[in-house]
């Protein structure tokens, strides 16, 4: 069984800085780690992906994040926050499989809010 | 590649009616999945497919829900009949072996009156 859990509801930064949204998760085999982002009235989007190559994971949109094992956590991170990246930001686990893909499991979601 | 298409893109029906939601997957993902997103309850995943069999149905919140792949190119959702907890947004996914992601298609938004 996984679960994913978003610290924060809301996070509020100023445009220009650093932007860091939490995410830890629970699992019992290897997991695969995602932070998908949702603009209003829209799908969701991929930002990056951990499947066990580089713990540091590089994404769309200058976004990063850091699969820590030892902490169980998978945090997303931008140096600059800019005005276009509010939105809601979603982490998501699966385990591994070896024929098909597992079902994806969120968390509920952090909306990012960047003041002027 | 047109990505994952989700038809229609708004429904609005009224209670005791029957409701079809489509999907046409990316063409080479082997799963396929259907999700439900509420303020109250986040996204949850209702069912999904590998190779066009069900895997994990225990999301599907009653027996008025039901869902069909019946080839790897083609899944509908299906909810009969429709009550007003059943408005949502229903996102369709599909992935090939969860590795390379899972793309999301943009929705549709039923309301039942």
């Known amino acids: 069984a996984q679960s994913v859990t978003q610290l924060g509801s809301h996070v509020s930064v100023s445009e220009g800085a650093l932007v860091l949204l939490r995410c830890n998760y629970s699992?019992?085999?290897?997991?695969?780690l995602f932070w998908y982002v949702q603009y209003p009235n829209q799908g969701l989007q991929l930002l990056l992906k951990?499947?066990?190559?580089?713990?540091l994971v590089k994404g769309i949109n200058g976004f990063e994040a850091e699969f820590k094992k030892s902490e169980t956590s998978f945090h997303l991170t931008k140096p600059s926050a800019h005005m276009s990246d509010a939105a809601e930001y979603f982490c998501?686990?699966?385990?591994?499989?070896?024929?098909?893909?597992?079902?994806?499991?969120f968390g509920k979601g952090t909306h990012l809010i960047i003041q002027p | 590649d047109a990505g994952v298409i989700q038809s229609p893109r708004h429904e609005v029906t009224e209670m005791g009616q029957e409701v079809t939601l489509r999907c046409k997957p990316i063409?080479?993902?082997?799963?396929l999945f259907w999700y439900r997103q509420t303020m109250m309850r986040g996204l949850e995943l209702l069912i999904y497919?590998?190779?066009?069999?069900?895997?994990?149905d225990s999301g599907m919140p009653e027996d008025r829900f039901s869902a069909k792949m019946p080839n790897a190119s083609f899944s509908t959702l299906k909810i009969q009949p429709s009550e007003p907890r059943d408005s949502a947004v229903y996102f369709c996914?599909?992935?090939?072996?969860?590795?390379?992601?899972?793309?999301f298609g943009s929705g549709t938004r039923l309301t039942v009156v």
């Open positions: 063409s080479g993902h082997n799963s």
């Open positions: 996914a599909s992935s090939l072996k969860g590795v390379n992601g899972y793309t």
């Open positions: 497919f590998n190779n066009n069999v069900p895997i994990d």
């Open positions: 951990y499947t066990s190559a580089a713990t």
């Open positions: 699992s019992s085999v290897p997991p695969y």
């Open positions: 998501a686990v699966s385990g591994r499989t070896g024929g098909g893909a597992d079902g994806l499991t």
